[in-house]
């Protein structure tokens, strides 16, 4: 009969685990938790501490709770390091393939952003680096950061916000701004629709690329137009040269050191080097 | 002391519930989980065995073993019915908000498609109902698609292709196709890099909207000329009119019927409300 008894705690406290785990950053409600697992609340929050000091034990994240009308507990994941830096390495092995140079000089690289399982981890990365900053949304613009931009998002519990290259009709009036891109080095514009829900908010600009940072810069001043402040930065990859950007701060994951024949050398900054023990 | 060393398999189980659950349809190695937990291969097995029955058992998903020399487990997670039934109410209401509606008729819709704690679940429905088709990747064309594609990908545990709006240098070169697109009453165009990984593949093509199917039937035929096979069309919304489209199957999460004034009525479809227990 113990044994019994033992047996359907364990298994709930699995499927809590489970429960609590799936949506990190959002908050579950304790009634509706306590209703999937047919506990009372008193016994739903000795289950929570178990799995929360587990988790804590093993290095995998942490519980909060939030008390009050809409009380309930948040999941926030810690950086698994050794995944992170085998997928760091594929990716930097993957992106220097020569197979992805182009005849015109270019890395084709979209299947590599487009691809959840290698890019989701390179959004936790971002978002780990810029949680302390307690941003209100995402921002990006298209197309290929964009899959980048919604990992960071997703890791930080909140919303992307879109930049589009030109105006839509189907979003009503927008402001834009144009800027010259260092990498094509065109003009380019960018559009942001009047109805989007930036206003005074905390944003996080996030981007596929960076070379000389106008279109990062051209993004800090269109979402300033707005009365949103972009208070962080963060790019897959950036250009050594260069050195100096038209964004006073940024934070690239990787470095790509170019040459004039062939690709280069491409490595993970120093803040993500110290983060995941890089071993040159 | 029994209590102890019970007390430390329970944390090992909740660990590798988080573990295991963390990416669902990506195979974790059995070596790599043991050396985390510092357990034998033996004793992983066995809790692999206690974490499989409790998520089963609570209807939360299952997981698969892989043996031989590739071997590793794989976790497929079940859609969560009443969390998914919530998401989709709150998904229709924000919808439909009168605010929503631009001076030329067109509903912003940007925020809510960017927005992944309203998005991924709706990708979740669409990797449950193409999940038997076992496709090997999931196509968008830019841009408001990608954020439903991705994660339709990340449930099915692959890449996501994208359909570019123009060609692009920086992918090399690539084949377009014009088509004559039913909501714009443009022609309009989309292209693919001849690099991207596609040739013979079993796609999925997914798109936020639907009116008479000619972007999905245009996506069908480049995706064709790469010898890939779109084996089925998953979209957010889908008109009511007109009711024959341009693509002989395909599943909308949800039905927008039109009105000449407002917005008129958006619901889930049929094989949605079947899924969720809807109630009219």
Redesign the interface.
Known sequence: MGYLV?DQR??????L???V???PG?QMNLT?LGR??SVAKSTLSEDLM??K???E??G??TIDSQVGMSGGVTFT?VL?I?RTRQDVKDFIRELTNPD?M???G???V??LL?????I?VMGDLLATAFRSLRVDAVATV??RG??LA?AA??GL?V????L?RDNR????SSLSINYLSGSSRRVQSMSL?R???VRGGRILFVDDFMQAGGTARAAQDLLGDFGAHVVGVGVLVATRQPAHKLVEEYRAILEWHRVEEGIGVVEPSAWVQALIGWEV
């Open positions: 033992s364990q298994r709930r406290l699995i499927a685990t489970r429960l785990t799936a949506r959002a509706d999937r697992l178990v799995v000091e587990a988790l034990t093993h995998l994240g994941p698994d050794e992805r182009t005849p015109d270019f890395l084709y979209t299947d487009f691809s959840p399982r290698r989701d298209e197309t964009i899959p919604l998002a997703r519990g919303d992307m916000v879109l589009r009709l189907s979003e009503g629709a109805r989007a829900p």
